[in-house]
C-alpha cells in the first residue's frame, strides 16, 4: 500500500472507532498529515503499526462526579482522564473544567500532548483528563466539594510516577490545592510531584501562572529570529484575557518592545492603539474575574466592541490564546490580506485546518500550539525536578530555564522541518519531531 493510501486508511479508521468526536478527529489528521516522509524513510514504523498505536489511548477513564451545591441540590457531572501514552514517561497533562468537555474534547488534548511533551524531550508522556463541571459563579465550598468528589475516583489512577495533572482552562492553583488535600488524605502519602500548578509556598514553581504566555512569546521571539527579525514595534493581536494571553502581552510589551493592540474574551474585543494597558487587565481579569467590556471604562480612547472579531484588526503578529478553532478560514484570509507575517498558537488547536493551511500557503510563519504554547508544560515538568529534589528555585532560574526550553523546542521543529524538506514549516516540524521520538520508543520497548 502507498502512504497516502495508508495514512488516509489510518484516518478513516480513527473515525469509524471515535464517533462523534471530531476535534479529536482534527488533531489526528493534524498530526498524521505531516508523517508521509517519516514513514517513507522508517518502514520499521508502518510495519510496527506506530501511528496506529499512538491513536488508541493506553487508557480512558471515565466517572460519575457527583456534588451538592450550597443549597443542598445535588448535581452530577462527568470526570475524564485519557492516559494517552506513557511511553516517553509518567502520563502528563492539565484537567479542564469547563462546560464544553466530553470525550472528543479530552481525547484531543492529550493526543496533543503526547507530542508536545515529546519535543520537549523532558521525559513526560501525554494524558488529559478535566470534567463538564464549570466552576465559574460557583462559591469556594462548591468547588472544594466538586474537587473532593473528582479526586475520591481519579487518586487510584495517579501518581508521581504514574500520571501527574495539572491545571488548564477552570482549573488553576485552588482547584489544584483543593485536589492535591483529598489525594493526600485518601492515599496518606504527602507526594507534591503528582500535581503540578500547585501554589508556590507548598511545592509549586515559580512561573508556572505565567509559564504559557511567556513561552509562548519567547517562542514567538524565536521564530522572528530566524527571519533577522524580532517583536520589536510590531503590531501583535492576542485573543482572550486569560493567564496565556496576559502573559504572552506582557512579555511582549515589556521585554520584547512589542505593542499588544487588542485581546477578547467571550463577550468582545477590547482595542487600545496605544497598547494595552496591562495593569487595568491584570486587576479586571485576574482579580476581579470580571469581563474586558470595562477596560474602555477607564482607558476613554480605547474601543469595546461587544461580539467583535478581533481578526479584523491589522497587525504584524497574531497569538491566538483562547480556545480550540477560534480562528477560522476567513479570519486567516482576513490576517494574511492585513501583513500578518507570523502566527504562534497559545491556545490547544485554535486555528481551524484550513486557516492553518491558508497560512502556510501564503507563507505566514505559522507555529503550532504543540511547540508555541509548551511552555506550561515546560514549567510543570520544572516543578517535578524541583519536587524530586526538595528544591525551590527563584523565578529568575525558572524563567531562565524556560527560555532554554523553548529555544530547544523552536530548534527541534526548526532542523525537523528542514531533514524533512520542508524548511520553515513549523507545522511539520513539530509534528515530525514529537511523532519520531515517541516512534522509536514504542520499537524499543516492545509491542505495548
Ligand atoms: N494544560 C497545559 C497544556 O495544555 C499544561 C499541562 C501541564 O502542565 O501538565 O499544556
Same mark, same amino acid.
Given at each position: ?17 471515535? +464517533? ?47 456534588? =451538592? ?40 488534548? !492529550? ?20 470534567? /463538564? ?10 468547588? *472544594? ?33 483543593? *485536589?492535591? !488535600? ?9 507526594? &507534591?510531584?503528582?500535581? &503540578? ?23 514567538? #521571539? ?10 520589536e514595534d510590531k503590531t501583535c493581536l492576542v485573543s482572550g484575557s ?10 511582549? =510589551?515589556?521585554?520584547?518592545? !512589542?505593542?499588544?493592540? +487588542?485581546?477578547?474574551? @467571550? ?11 496591562l495593569e487595568t487587565l491584570k486587576h479586571i481579569k485576574l482579580e ?10 477607564t482607558h476613554e480612547h480605547a474601543r469595546y466592541e461587544d461580539g ?13 490564546? +483562547? &480556545? #480550540? ?23 490547544? *488547536?485554535?486555528? &481551524? ?11 505566514? @510563519? ?24 526538595? #528544591?525551590?528555585? @527563584?523565578?529568575?532560574?525558572?524563567? /531562565? =530555564? ?14 525537523? +522541518? ?31
Amino acid at each position: 500500500m502507498d502512504t497516502k493510501t495508508n495514512i488516509e486508511n489510518i484516518c478513516e479508521g480513527v473515525v469509524a472507532r471515535n +464517533a462523534g468526536e471530531p476535534e479529536f478527529h482534527q488533531a489526528v489528521r493534524e498530526v498524521v498529515g505531516s508523517l508521509a516522509p517519516v514513514l517513507e524513510k522508517h518502514p520499521e514504523f508502518v510495519e510496527a503499526k506506530i501511528v496506529e498505536r499512538l491513536c488508541e489511548p493506553d487508557r480512558q477513564i471515565m466517572f460519575r462526579v457527583p456534588w =451538592q451545591d450550597d443549597e443542598g441540590e445535588v448535581h452530577v457531572n462527568r470526570g475524564f482522564r485519557i492516559e494517552f501514552s506513557n511511553a516517553l514517561g509518567p502520563y502528563k497533562g492539565g484537567l479542564r473544567f469547563h462546560s464544553s468537555v466530553y470525550l472528543g474534547i479530552v481525547k484531543f488534548l !492529550g493526543f496533543e500532548q503526547v507530542f508536545k511533551n515529546s519535543i520537549m524531550d523532558l521525559g513526560i508522556g501525554g494524558g488529559k483528563g478535566g470534567s /463538564d463541571f464549570n466552576p465559574k459563579g460557583r462559591s469556594d465550598t462548591e468547588v *472544594m466539594r466538586f474537587c473532593q468528589s473528582f479526586m475520591t475516583e481519579l487518586y487510584r489512577h495517579i501518581g508521581e510516577n504514574t500520571d501527574v495533572p495539572a491545571g488548564d482552562a477552570g482549573v488553576g492553583p485552588r482547584e489544584i490545592g483543593y *485536589m492535591f !488535600g483529598q489525594y493526600k488524605r485518601i492515599t496518606n502519602k504527602y507526594e &507534591t510531584g503528582t500535581f &503540578t500548578g500547585k501554589e508556590v509556598n507548598w511545592g509549586g514553581s515559580p512561573v508556572r501562572f505565567e509559564a504559557t504566555g511567556y513561552g509562548c512569546a519567547y517562542f514567538m #521571539q524565536e521564530v522572528l529570529g530566524t527571519l533577522d527579525d524580532s517583536f520589536e514595534d510590531k503590531t501583535c493581536l492576542v485573543s482572550g484575557s486569560g493567564n496565556v494571553a496576559i502573559y504572552a502581552i506582557e512579555k511582549i =510589551q515589556e521585554e520584547f518592545g !512589542g505593542k499588544v493592540v +487588542a485581546c477578547s474574551d @467571550s463577550g468582545g474585543v477590547v482595542y487600545d492603539e496605544n497598547g494595552l494597558d496591562l495593569e487595568t487587565l491584570k486587576h479586571i481579569k485576574l482579580e476581579e474575574g470580571s469581563r474586558i467590556s470595562e477596560y474602555a471604562d477607564t482607558h476613554e480612547h480605547a474601543r469595546y466592541e461587544d461580539g467583535g472579531n478581533i481578526w479584523e484588526i491589522p497587525c504584524d503578529v497574531a497569538l491566538p490564546c +483562547a &480556545t #480550540q478553532n477560534e480562528l477560522e478560514e476567513d479570519d486567516a484570509e482576513k490576517l494574511i490580506k492585513n501583513g500578518c507575517t507570523a502566527v504562534g498558537e497559545g491556545a490547544n *488547536m485554535p486555528c &481551524t485546518p484550513e486557516a492553518v493551511h491558508a497560512f502556510v500557503d501564503a507563507g505566514v @510563519s505559522y507555529a503550532p500550539g504543540k511547540a508555541a504554547n509548551a511552555g506550561g508544560v515546560a514549567v510543570s515538568a520544572l516543578e517535578m525536578q524541583q519536587n524530586a529534589g526538595r #528544591q525551590s528555585w @527563584s523565578f529568575e532560574y525558572t524563567d /531562565d =530555564q524556560l527560555k532554554e526550553i523553548m529555544k530547544n523546542i523552536h530548534e527541534r521543529c526548526r532542523e525537523a +522541518a528542514e531533514e524533512y524538506g520542508t524548511p520553515g514549516n513549523y507545522l511539520n516540524g513539530a509534528n515530525i519531531a514529537g511523532f519520531t521520538k515517541v516512534a522509536h520508543a514504542l520499537i524499543a520497548q516492545g509491542l505495548t
